[in-house]
């Protein structure tokens, strides 16, 4: 049989079997969302496994890799419950150290912007649309120089002044540093 007759042939399996398929894999996975989900991973994997075999019997088979798939996300749902914390109570969450910056460095990272525009503000126009440009918006330099239709080297120089005027101004902020 041909590789695009067998998936015919898939596609019009699953689409008499996608509601049978979904109540299983609900019943196993206890989410019909999740059923859902694994339901469109399975027509994949075996459509994919059509294109490098025959496949027998596939009915069968497009249940067992439905199964297969379900099992592996209890298992991997499993094996993630074994490693995160559950806390007793929700004291203990206010006790757990986190990554997110607290007050005082938010004050301070206001207090840089608020810098940062002060000497933005000083520089000449070229010069902060193209830090701006550079910083902000992630372009090349070479891309700078197109848009602004000024050469690489005046971009190379405009920028290099502009950074030196924000490293300056946060220097005598922070002489200690």
């Keep these: 049989m041909e590789t695009g007759d067998d998936q015919q042939q898939l ?3 699953f689409i008499a079997q996608r509601g049978g398929l979904i109540r299983m894999l609900a019943r196993v996975v206890g989410c ?3 059923a859902e989900d694994l339901a469109q991973e399975t ?3 075996v459509a994919k496994a059509l294109n ?5 019997h596939l009915q ?3 249940y067992q890799t439905a199964q297969y798939l379900a099992f592996d996300h209890l298992r991997s749902q499993r094996s993630k419950r074994r490693f995160e914390y559950q806390p007793t109570d ?11 910056p607290g007050p005082e460095s ?4 206001q207090q840089q912007l608020h810098l940062l525009q002060q000497v933005l503000a000083t520089l000449p126009k070229r010069q902060q649309q193209i830090l701006v440009l550079h910083k902000l918006h992630d372009l090349s330099q070479s891309q700078i120089a197109q848009r602004l239709q000024v050469s690489l080297s005046t971009v190379e120089k405009d920028l290099r002044h502009a950074l030196n005027a924000c490293i300056k101004a946060t220097d005598r902020q922070n002489p200690d540093d």
């Design 106 to 109: 938010h004050v301070q990272g």
């Design 60 to 62: 069968p088979f497009l």
């Design 43 to 45: 027509y994949l994997r």
């Design 11 to 13: 596609s019009a399996l």
């Design 32 to 34: 019909a969302n999740l």
């Design 90 to 100: 929700a004291s203990q969450l206010s006790e757990v150290p986190t990554a997110a």
């Design 52 to 56: 490098a075999r025959p496949i027998e």
